[in-house]
């Protein structure tokens, strides 16, 4: 039977889109979300990305059996602070059938194409803080949260279908309660940002963490601002941001480097909501409920998400003080802490040297593919 594509329309359509995931990916590593919560991500009123891009979502079915889905987007301040024409694509699943990858690469190519774009890059949910890139190393782990999963044949699949390698993200596994792992020069430069520059570290609060997030985002837009894929935070992504991160906040790992002046560096580490998610199998109820209540006690593991310092601050050693700062927390209050940082680009040396001095180590791999459009046109 023919493959057909169809956009989401109806609450119907919408579920089939969210439970797609959940049948192609049984018994498999990959880690259940909230069905709730990812029918609050795809909403254009409720999800702040909105506010800056617009996007389609699909849906292949053969034989009226749905077989594939995919999202067309356009993230109109990336592009405005690229100066770049491009169109990405996201949330792609699909059936080991390369009829029903080419028909959903097809429908999201002709939907961006009619938008002046010259190019899609993917597969990012939305934008490339949320899930991004396709498995290509670690199918054997467990992700962890913002993270996707894939079988090999989609790597395989998405090369088949003329898709190219426009960037590799990198997550190193890092365990943070073995300081014998750590290169000796991360003490010494953590106590020069001390002694020397006057740095010291502080902790983001619950009631003011808003606040906290105009800090890190200060960090954040300057120290990426010169990265493949980095668009800067908004207002308004704040904003949600902050909403979300209540839910897994622990104030032991959100992190400020600071000096009599001004905030100078910032690390968030988020404890791994997805070792609950598991147990609650995407449902709050009969007893999702009761496993988030008691998730201190089901977590062991962390997602060091994001560490970054002001470019004029690098030479200070900040960030040896962030790093530092994060085994002397793992050793005071859980002796089995283990986490993985990232993702990384590959081309990031510098934070991938200081990740290796950490004693990490590369234990997955996620790839950012890409399709040039030929005869792109110039509308927009």
Known sequence: M????????????????????????????????????????????????????????????????????????????????????????????????????????????????????????????????????????????????????????????????GLTKAMDLLMWEVRLSDRDRVHPILPKLAERARASHGIRIRRMSRRHLRRDLDEFAKVYNAAWARNWGFVPYTKEDLDAYALDLQLVFDRDWFLIAYNDQETVAAAITIPDVNQVLRKMNGRLLPLGWWYYLNRKRIIDRLRVGFLGVLPAYEHTGAAAALYMEQFDTAARTRADWWGEAGWTLETNRGMNRGLEAMGGRVVKRFRVFERLFEDAGAGG
């Open 2 to 161: 023919r493959v057909e594509i169809s956009t989401v329309r109806r609450f119907k359509d919408l579920r089939a889109f969210v439970a797609l995931p959940f049948r192609l990916h049984e018994g498999t590593p990959w880690v259940p979300p909230l069905k709730l919560e990812r029918y609050l991500f795809l909403s254009r009123r409720l999800n702040a990305y909105f506010k800056h891009g617009e996007a389609e979502y699909f849906l292949a079915r053969r034989d009226g059996r749905v077989v594939g889905r995919i999202t067309a987007q356009i993230d109109h301040s990336f592009n405005a602070f690229h100066h770049s024409r491009w169109g990405m694509f996201g949330f792609l699943e699909f059936e080991e059938d390369h009829e029903v990858l080419d028909a959903l690469l097809g429908a999201a190519e002709d939907w961006l194409r009619a938008r002046g774009c010259e190019r899609m890059v993917g597969p990012m949910d939305f934008q490339m803080n949320d899930e991004s890139g396709i498995v290509i190393e670690g199918f054997n782990r467990e992700p962890m949260i913002r993270q996707p999963w894939h079988p090999p044949y989609y790597q395989q699949r998405c090369e088949a279908a």
